[in-house]
Nanobody, 117 residues
Framework: QVQFVESGGGLVQPGGSLRLSCAPS????????MGWYRQVPGKQRELVAT???????TYADSVKGRFSISRDNGKNTVYLQMNSLKSEYPAVYYC???????????WGQGTQVTVSS
């Protein structure tokens, strides 16, 4: 089963930055499209960004120009650089592998991001 471990979240001020990391926990990584997702408690999980095995990226409109997804296949790690963070309810960010537009890995614990002064 494809599983990943997210890290890098925390508390930042509005306008600040964080860099999230996602690493596999026992499966190959390089062939998969990867996605970053976020979820506010009580709301549906939202797709934030994707990156294919070849490096092609997509972003949700809400984060375009502020977030950047990347991957290091040598380290089996995908990153989400989050800049100009906006005040919002704390959200948990998850990563997952994608195939044909759906997630194929299991959901991990995620990493929480809180933007507050």
């Amino acid at each position: 089963q494809v599983q990943f471990v997210e890290s890098g979240g925390g508390l930042v001020q509005p306008g600040g930055s964080l860099r999230l990391s996602c690493a596999p926990s026992g499966s190959i990584f390089r062939i998969y499209t990867m996605g970053w997702y976020r979820q506010v408690p009580g709301k549906q999980r939202e797709l934030v960004a994707t990156i294919t095995s070849g490096g092609s990226t997509t972003y949700a409109d809400s984060v375009k120009g502020r977030f950047s997804i990347s991957r290091d296949n040598g380290k089996n790690t995908v990153y989400l650089q989050m800049n100009s963070l906006k005040s919002e309810y704390p959200a948990v960010y998850y990563c997952n592998a994608r195939q044909f537009g759906s997630e194929i890995g299991t959901w991990g614990q995620g990493t929480q991001v809180t933007v507050s002064s």
